[in-house]
């Protein structure tokens, strides 16, 4: 391994122009990231043909880096304005966002970058040093696995962001049932479409994100008596404290680790990874009830997540030859247009490649520290702007974005509903998490236990009694009667607190 890193270093230095695609890989995976629709899939996309006049290792480092930038550019977006750049920072905006309008939005900026870089650089140290060992473990996680990890996450819902446990329940189980409209993955029959022929490719993931959270901040913006010039308040993004940082330290820890494990799986993502981690902090957390009014760790927990799952996915990518995520998939083209198969003989025969791209991410989430505090201040000048500019630019951006996902006018109708819906369940004090959070679990839960319940003959013991499904449902079980306990006390607190003073 070390003669591996030293070669490639040696070549990486000999050619500087290396380090000048890493640069430019990150500024322009920062703005596509930033910019809510477009995503790290459409900046990857748009650079492939360019990469043909560059060597492989240089095209590679030069996707690599606009991955790791794409990545955390989605939280820039997410936190000033409640509009995720990315699917992977939905997660953000719940507690970056509330942060911001409390006047505390460098912070919340900062916290993100921090933990982007710290996720990125774990995940990238644990693909160099694990990458043959994590792709076998990952080549054993078959639809009951994944089942158990979707529930995992799901039983978080009861303890996100509200003290009434019955409107969490309630707001998560919408989540799921929307995730179950349009084709069923299995029969082919259309579910709920109610003859609608739109409706028959379901509802699709991010314009639904998209207009829950912008459509709706917007909308909600806009139906406040404040002043139509409005300014918002100064933002100066500053890095947290050693102290602020270490005080987060098992969050981050841990959702860095889930970052990497489930970037490993493919057909996963960060995304996935996000809000996984999210339930787990909020599950794990001494003061649950702050998760989606500004906390900390609400930010810390995703942002580590989604940069490590960037990682992760690499490992599939160069072990196996089989894609992460949709952005890993794309990246197979970079690969190919140059001859090269990924796959276990990539690491034996070209290990020059293999560990330019370790050195390469490494480098990226090291420089994403400066060009992320330098692009989230010209970001927040934008603040600077009365509010009845910003938020029909908002509006404009979204429509835009969502639109040249699929060209499909249907994505938009999509966002416009789900920024209805997102208006009327802020209303009712209704928390928009946890539909969320079953909107993405959902399909991966559905679709996993019937193909687990097929391969085994209906046989719902042979399921779940994997070892690891086993393990990952009792995990589930404990945490969600611990969430509800933990709920339980606080609410009996909260009475004995009240009936004390009165």
Known sequence: MVEGFVSALSYMVSNPISFLLIVFGMVWGIAFGSMPGLTGVVAVALLIPFTFVFGPIEGLLLLGSVYVGATFGGSIAAILFNTPGSPEAACTGLDGYPLAKQGHAGKALGMALASSALGGIFGTIVLAMLAPPLARIALTFGPSEYFALAV?????????????????????????????????????????????????????????????????????????????????????????????????????????????????????????????????????????????????????????????????????????????????????????????????????????????????????????????????????????????????????????????????????????????????????????????????????AEISLRRAMLMNNFDIIAVISRPITATLLILALASLLYGLYGQFRRNAEIKKRALTAT
């Open 152 to 444: 995992l996450g799901i039983t978080a819902i009861a303890s996100i962001g509200t003290t009434s446990v019955f409107k969490a329940l309630m707001s998560g189980a919408l989540g799921l049932a929307i995730a179950t409209i349009g084709m069923d993955p299995l029969t082919g029959t259309g579910r709920f479409t109610f003859d609608v022929s739109m409706l028959l490719s379901g509802v699709s993931f991010i314009p639904a994100i998209i207009g829950m959270f912008a459509l709706t901040e917007v909308l909600t913006r806009l139906s406040e008596s404040r002043p139509i010039g409005e300014k918002v308040i100064a933002v100066s993004t500053t890095l947290p404290k050693l102290k602020e940082f270490l005080a987060l330290k098992y969050t981050l820890l841990r959702s860095a680790g889930i970052g990497t494990v489930i970037g490993t799986l493919p057909g996963v993502g960060a995304t996935t990874a996000a809000f996984l981690s999210y339930s787990e902090a909020v599950r794990w957390s001494k003061n649950p009830e702050r998760f989606g009014k500004g906390a900390y760790e609400g930010i810390a927990a995703p942002e580590a997540a989604n940069n490590a799952a960037v990682g992760g996915s690499m490992v599939p990518l160069l072990a196996l030859g089989i894609p992460g995520s949709a952005t890993t998939a794309i990246m197979i083209g970079g690969l190919t247009i140059h001859g090269i198969v990924p796959g276990p003989m990539l690491l034996v025969q070209n290990k020059e490649l293999v560990y330019s791209v370790f050195i390469g991410m490494l480098a990226a989430n090291l420089l994403m520290i400066f060009f992320g505090l330098k692009a989230a201040r010209y970001f927040a000048k934008i603040l600077d702007a009365p509010y009845a500019l910003v938020g029909p630019s908002i509006i404009v951006l979204c429509m835009t974005g969502v639109y040249a996902l699929r060209n499909n006018i249907m994505d938009l109708v999509v966002m416009l509903v789900f920024g209805a819906l997102g208006f009327i369940l802020r209303r009712l004090d209704y928390p928009i998490a946890p539909l969320i959070i079953g909107l993405v679990l959902g399909p991966i």
